[in-house]
């Protein structure tokens, strides 16, 4: 019996890949599995290598690691592809139709079984594209679940399309069920161990669990334009747009996008853009704005592979350095790093309160990796009571104006102060990109620019007051510290949990700088973690607290980090 | 306290050109808000950069100004985000036509109800005098000192095949006749473009005043219908010794706010915030 089976199918774009993974891990995920999918796809439709991999365990797990249990292989490039990751014991279903492989022209110890996919289909009158659906009927059986797991997930999935198709994708997942059954008796090591007392688990990917964040914030309108790896949050917000009364908006491109979120701001709602590496160079002027005219704008920044179109549907930490000084002048902003989709949720509700409080950019600096995966999360954790925090607003109730109203009061103590929105009485002022007075009328007067730079730059010391610290996982007593920010946790976690300080900001700026120092003291190394090639984490940390971080465990080919390497290289 | 011209004031006084055309935009705008009953605290202005844009100094509504060529994409979100406020798009030809290009033809293709005022000088004035992507008459700046030679954008025509449903051509030498454009652009429900003529006195001396004012004609409403699409084109390419004045396009369509299912319940900005049924919404990731 597994505790932790890791299965993966491959085929051509189109082949329904993705959809299979989610399936699986969603039929397993109802019944308390903790369940991670992974998809690797070059950056096109149809035709390409697709890949999603997904790990179903019995206990919670970080990441994924190199274990491979199974391998479903939807044509011959499949298994070409991932030869290599096959292992002693790895099952191998594929289509003989396809190439009728022998034990001698892969690893030694695979098990073959091969599944004529294509004619079980036909024999089915199904269409070549339902080869997936008997895979994954295969798979249940292989796994030792009931067929049911998956029957139901399958209805979910194909219940708009009417009772006729639920029921010809069921007969076609119980025939690769039960041609697998036949097949499969002696593989006892591959059932899944049951789940004594189930939890109850959502799936969803890095982009969904912003979207619900941002939703349950109270996120009025969005204008995001389409780019990898933030797409799967505009389906969100444009499939719930109508229901939750949000506005999503396809803007012309990043530069409308961005100024599009700052008009809804200044017109009093909540408001955000999303996007990557190219599409947020683009709004780099807009951020600019946003700070100068202080609106509060939250910006899911989705890292790729950079520079310039790069490798699109891959991963990276690289934009860490760009976001901190992106924009030109100085002026505030606030950059959180979430680990995975509940951290994800969580930090997207708080980008929202620390923008109104602040009236500052706030970035939710995710990557490829944390957007496109789909993650285990809680139910519980998602369903509590969210605290909106809007921060200084005037009351409604005013006469009209007669002059300005300061809307850039240079008395106030933490450097905000209140806002009035278009159409109240008596809130008149002005959001301007030149330098400005009180009200916000021009001013190029040496020292209102001094007092207005000295009012909008005293906002960071009120943020530094609430600041995210660094959290310590792992050994907290280990002389060997460990420091990595975002997703990297994951990977990190699953490699060293007990034998490391594992330290991991979901916060980077402004940067807990004594929280760090703190943290750090007492550690013999000091290793940095991160998916990049020049460690900006590491550059960050000798910035602000002149800790110098030699020991770097770097990695920017677009694959994640697996736990394997990370030990490989690190060495405790 | 009584709606005036002066109700603006902002104790700022123009830094314009004796002359600039941008007095009469500015003036014909102060009547028209009067006019519609419109205060400084009933409406969004948003400005780009440019002379055009320094008026937001001696106008005091709720205002952008915001960055070169972005005005109305910042005023389509502030529609989107709260639609019974008034928004009015001040541009110059160099911001919505130049920087701004894209954002323009797309704002005319969702018909937001917003009205853009055009500063159509020909020159980028603030810059001391290049060619703007409306020069025309082979016009020698200090960036064409040969004489313009690219085809000139005209502004117009691009509203009009793009979409805008309500597109007029002034001048602003015509305080009267501007001021009421402008009235009804403002009242006209979808994207208004308002082409304004404009002489700039320091760094065109070829479209002066004197130049203009025996060119332009009035479109006659008792013979001229601004509901065909195909003659509003023909009028809008005419230029030379007749140039037309009046409203050369309009059409009742959808706004871009009608078009949005989630303002049916009313402004976004005046929504409750949050989810009220979490369960339903969690249902699709099981």
Redesign the interface.
């Known amino acids: 019996m597994a505790h932790s089976i890791t299965w993966k199918i491959g085929g051509e774009a189109g082949f329904g890949i993705m959809a299979s993974g989610t399936m699986l891990a ?1 039929a397993f ?2 019944h308390g599995y903790f369940v991670f999918t992974l998809n690797e796809y070059p950056s096109l439709i149809r035709g390409g290598h697709n890949a999603v991999t997904v790990r179903i365990a019995t206990e919670p797990f970080d990441s994924l690691d190199r274990s491979l249990h199974v391998l479903v292989a939807l044509n011959k490039e499949s298994v070409e592809v991932h030869k290599k990751e096959l292992t002693e014991g790895t099952v191998l279903l594929y289509d003989p139709n396809d190439y009728p492989w022998k034990r001698e022209e892969l690893p030694s110890g695979v098990m073959l079984i091969p599944l004529p996919f294509r004619e079980i289909v036909q024999k089915h009158a199904g269409d070549v594209i339902m080869r997936n659906t008997v895979a994954l009927g295969a798979s249940i059986a292989i796994m030792g679940a009931p067929f049911e797991y998956l029957a139901d997930v399958i209805r979910d999935q194909f219940v708009r399309k009417g009772e006729a198709v639920v029921n010809h994708n069921i007969d076609i997942a119980r025939a690769g069920y039960d041609a697998a059954g036949e097949s499969v008796v002696s593989l006892s090591a591959l059932k899944l161990d049951p789940v004594d007392q189930p939890t109850d688990y ?3 990917n890095g982009s ?1 669990a912003v979207g ?1 964040g941002a ?4 996120l ?2 969005a ?1 995001i334009y389409p780019m990898t790896p933030i797409n799967a949050l505009i389906t969100f917000l444009a499939d ?3 229901s ?4 999503y ?1 396809q ?3 990043e ?3 961005i ?13 955000m853009v999303a996007t990557s590496g190219g599409g947020f160079a683009l709004m780099v ?2 951020l600019s ?1 946003a700070g100068m ?1 202080e609106v509060p704008l939250v910006i899911d920044m989705g890292m790729r592979v950079g520079p310039a179109t790069g490798m699109p549907t891959w991963t990276e930490q690289g934009e860490l350095g760009f976001l901190i000084h992106a924009g030109h002048g100085e002026f505030a902003r606030i950059i959180l790093t979430p680990a995975d989709a509940t951290q994800a949720y969580d930090l997207t509700i708080k980008a929202f309160n620390l923008a109104e409080q602040f009236h500052v950019p706030v970035f939710v600096l995710t990557d490829k990796y944390l957007n496109e995966s789909q993650w285990c ?1 809680e ?1 519980s954790l ?2 509590g009571e ?1 605290h ?1 925090d809007r921060g200084k607003v005037i009351p409604e109730a005013r006469g ?5 109203f300061k809307r850039y009061d240079l008395s106030s103590p933490d450097g905000v102060s209140a806002r009035s ?14 330098e400005h007075d009180e009200t ?3 001013s190029e007067d040496a020292a209102m620019r001094k007092a207005m730079v000295d009012r909008r730059l005293r906002k960071i010391d009120a943020i530094k007051k609430v600041i995210m610290p660094p959290a310590v996982y792992g050994n907290a007593a280990s002389e060997t510290a460990i420091v990595t920010w975002g997703s990297t946790l994951g990977p990190v976690l699953e490699a060293v949990k007990d034998s490391a300080r594992i330290i991991h900001f979901p916060w980077l700026y402004p940067f807990p700088s004594e929280q760090t120092k703190t943290l750090l003291s007492g550690a013999g190394r000091i290793i940095d973690v991160e998916q990049n090639a020049t460690g900006q984490l590491a550059s960050l940390i000798r910035e602000h607290t002149g800790i110098e971080v030699t020991e770097k465990v770097l990695k920017y080919d677009g694959r994640p980090f697996l736990p394997e390497e990370i030990v490989e290289r690190i060495k405790i | 306290m009584t709606l005036t011209a002066d109700s603006f004031k902002t104790g700022y006084l123009p830094t314009w050109c004796p002359g600039c055309g941008d007095f009469g935009i500015w003036m014909a705008l102060k009547n028209a808000l009067v006019e519609l009953g419109i205060g400084p605290d009933d409406a969004l202005l948003v400005y780009g950069i440019g002379c055009h844009g320094n008026m937001y100094s001696w106008m005091r509504t709720y205002a952008v100004e915001g960055l070169h060529g972005r005005t109305l994409p910042v005023a389509q979100g502030a529609k989107l985000a709260n639609h019974t406020v008034p928004v009015i798009a001040i541009a110059g030809d160099g911001d919505c036509l130049g920087e701004g290009g894209n954002h323009f033809i797309h704002a005319a293709k969702r018909n937001p109800d917003i009205t853009v005022l055009i500063h159509d000088n020909q020159v980028y004035g603030l810059t001391t005098g290049q060619a703007s992507p409306t020069a025309k008459d082979k016009l020698k700046t200090k960036s064409t000192p040969e004489g313009v030679v690219d085809t000139p954008v005209n502004p117009l025509t691009l509203a009009i095949v793009s979409g805008a449903t309500f597109v007029a051509r002034a001048f602003a030498g015509d305080l009267p006749g501007l001021t009421k454009l402008i009235v009804a652009a403002v009242k006209h429900k979808g994207f208004s473009v308002l082409d304004i003529l404009q002489p700039c006195v320091t760094f065109d001396h070829v479209h002066t005043y004197q130049w203009y004012r025996p060119r332009l004609y009035q479109l006659d409403p008792a013979t001229y219908q601004p509901s065909d699409r195909m003659k509003a084109i023909e009028k809008a390419l005419e230029w030379g010794d007749k140039i037309p004045v009046g409203v050369l396009y309009q059409e009742e369509a959808p706004t871009s706010e009608d078009r949005e299912p989630a303002l049916s319940a009313g402004a976004l900005a005046s929504r409750p915030l949050g989810v009220t049924d979490v369960d339903a919404l969690l249902s699709e990731f099981r």
């Open positions: 969603k995920a109802r959502l799936l969803m969904e619900l939703v349950r914030a109270g009025k309108f204008a719930h747009a109508k939750l009364g949000v506005v908006k803007p012309e491109d530069i409308a996008g100024n599009m979120a700052i008009g809804a701001s200044i017109a009093g709602v909540r408001s002027e807009g704005l005219i999360v139910a998602l369903k969210v909106i009209p104006s007669e002059t300005g929105f278009p159409g109240m009485k008596g809130g008149q002022y002005m959001a301007n990109s030149y916000g009328l021009v």
